[in-house]
């Protein structure tokens, strides 16, 4: 199982970028799938998540009503549409597969196993 992130860049506060994964040898209708960031000096916490059947999403309260997440059964690929971007977004965005199709919550990394390489996000104020 392997994903690939894409999509990261720089843009300026307000400013929009859409984020990709690409995902191989997991079908992304059949498990959830998520995204998580990390900025420098923190810990690596929950974006945004989507369940199996893509009838549940999940987002963080820091970043509710200005991302999206999708995806594209048919290119087993999901995104995150970010919108109204924040300095504070600025991290590194990995995409993440999970192993339980029935997990709870989706929002814990232990709910995830295979991991994408993460891709940069840099707002600019």
């Known amino acids: 199982v392997q994903l690939q992130a894409s999509g990261g860049g720089l843009v300026q506060a307000g400013g929009s970028l859409r984020l990709s994964c690409a995902v191989s040898g997991r079908t992304v209708s059949s498990y959830p799938m998520g995204w998580f960031r990390q900025a420098p000096g923190k810990e690596r916490e929950f974006v945004a998540a989507v369940n199996w059947s893509g009838l549940r999403r999940s987002y963080a309260d820091s970043v509710s009503g200005r991302f999206t997440i999708s995806r594209d059964n048919a290119r087993n690929t999901f995104y995150l549409q970010m919108n109204s971007l924040k300095p504070e977004d600025t991290a590194v965005y990995y995409c993440?597969?999970?192993?339980?199709?029935?997990?709870?919550?989706?929002?814990?990394?232990?709910?995830?196993?295979?991991w994408g390489q993460g891709t940069l996000v840099t707002v600019s104020s």
């Open positions: 993440a597969a999970g192993v339980d199709r029935s997990s709870a919550t989706m929002t814990s990394l232990l709910e995830y196993d295979i």
